[in-house]
């Protein structure tokens, strides 16, 4: 009988040895902690950074920036802290107007984080009085350097415009971006069926909505020519990822 209890003693120890070794951790063994991230940003831009900036030192970053973004070499953010570091003030480099088009995505395409621009969208990326407004705000009020006026390959309202669709809203919309794809001298195929035609009236776009800011807003004309800011132009390509800056 006491060599029956013994071993069932025994046999019990090995059972809830073979059940506890390994694959619960003692009371003594640490916690797995996250792997620390080299690099990682949690500082927002502040205003003496702010001031430091040139145009050009701007023009520069983004391009730096863009390059990432092709290399898919993103800036690790913390973006927790960056909320919080942020909710006081603001001061962006730069105020990006884009399409609406989910397929650009400003703030990866140049690798900026919260704080760093701000950014307007609107279909066929056009000026009006309301995001005049806001540049204006941007650059007068909060200090930043550059007005960068981004189109893209493939745009659905360069497109629309180019067919001079009507439908709805969409037609007064339209007819922001049609003085830009009128004023082209082309004489081949002027429908969107013509890659080569939509590429030169995404341009024409962007040119024309930079000069629209600078006949309609007589304060960002007047901070540019005094070199405060520039106001520059920029066609991002879907294909690969890439910004050109248009000269």
Same mark, same amino acid.
């Given at each position: 009988?006491?060599?029956?209890?013994?071993?069932?003693?025994?046999?019990?120890?090995?059972?809830?040895?073979?059940?506890?070794?390994?694959?619960?951790?003692?009371?003594?063994?640490?916690?797995?902690?996250?792997?620390?991230?080299?690099?990682?940003?949690?500082?927002?831009?502040?205003?003496?950074?702010?001031?430091?900036?040139?145009?050009?030192?701007?023009?520069?970053?983004?391009?730096?920036?863009?390059?990432?973004?092709?290399?898919?070499?993103?800036?690790?953010?913390?973006?927790?802290?960056?909320?919080?570091?942020?909710?006081?003030?603001?001061?962006?480099?730069?105020?990006?107007?884009?399409?609406?088009?989910?397929?650009?995505?400003?703030?990866?395409?140049?690798?900026?984080?919260?704080?760093?621009?701000?950014?307007?969208?609107?279909?066929?990326?056009?000026?009006?009085?309301?995001?005049?407004?806001?540049?204006?705000?941007?650059?007068?009020?909060?200090?930043?350097k550059l007005?960068?006026?981004?189109?893209?390959?493939?745009?659905?309202?360069?497109?629309?415009?180019?067919?001079?669709?009507?439908?709805?809203?969409?037609?007064? $919309?339209?007819? #922001?971006?049609?003085?830009?794809?009128?004023?082209?001298? *082309? %004489?081949? /195929?002027?429908? &969107?069926?013509?890659?080569?035609?939509?590429?030169?009236?995404?341009?024409s776009n962007?040119?024309?909505?930079?000069?629209?800011?600078?006949?309609?807003?007589?304060?960002?004309?007047? $901070?540019?020519? #005094?070199?405060?800011?520039k106001i520059?132009?920029?066609? *991002? %390509?879907? /294909?690969?990822? &890439?910004?050109?800056?248009?000269?």
């Open positions: 009988m006491k060599k029956i209890i013994l071993s069932s003693i025994i046999i019990a120890a090995v059972l809830f040895t073979a059940c506890t070794d390994g694959s619960q951790p003692s009371a003594t063994q640490p916690e797995n902690k996250p792997e620390e991230v080299v690099g990682l940003v949690e500082n927002v831009l502040t205003k003496a950074e702010q001031d430091a900036l040139s145009p050009d030192m701007v023009i520069q970053s983004l391009k730096e920036g863009n390059q990432r973004f092709m290399r898919n070499d993103l800036t690790a953010r913390d973006h927790s802290a960056q909320v919080r570091k942020s909710v006081k003030a603001q001061f962006p480099k730069a105020i990006v107007l884009s399409c609406v088009d989910s397929r650009v995505p400003v703030e990866d395409v140049f690798d900026r984080g919260i704080g760093d621009v701000f950014v307007a969208r609107v279909a066929g990326n056009f000026v009006n009085e309301d995001i005049l407004g806001s540049m204006e705000f941007a650059c007068k009020v909060s200090g930043s007005i960068l006026v981004l189109g893209h390959e493939h745009c659905g309202a360069v497109k629309a415009a180019v067919d001079d669709v009507k439908l709805g809203n969409i037609t007064p $919309m339209l007819a #922001k971006i049609r003085p830009a794809v009128e004023s082209i001298d *082309y %004489d081949g /195929d002027r429908t &969107s069926k013509n890659q080569e035609f939509v590429h030169m009236a995404s341009q962007v040119q024309n909505t930079i000069k629209k800011i600078r006949t309609d807003s007589p304060i960002l004309k007047e $901070m540019e020519e #005094k070199g405060e800011i520059v132009g920029a066609v *991002y %390509d879907m /294909d690969d990822g &890439s910004v050109d800056f248009l000269e």
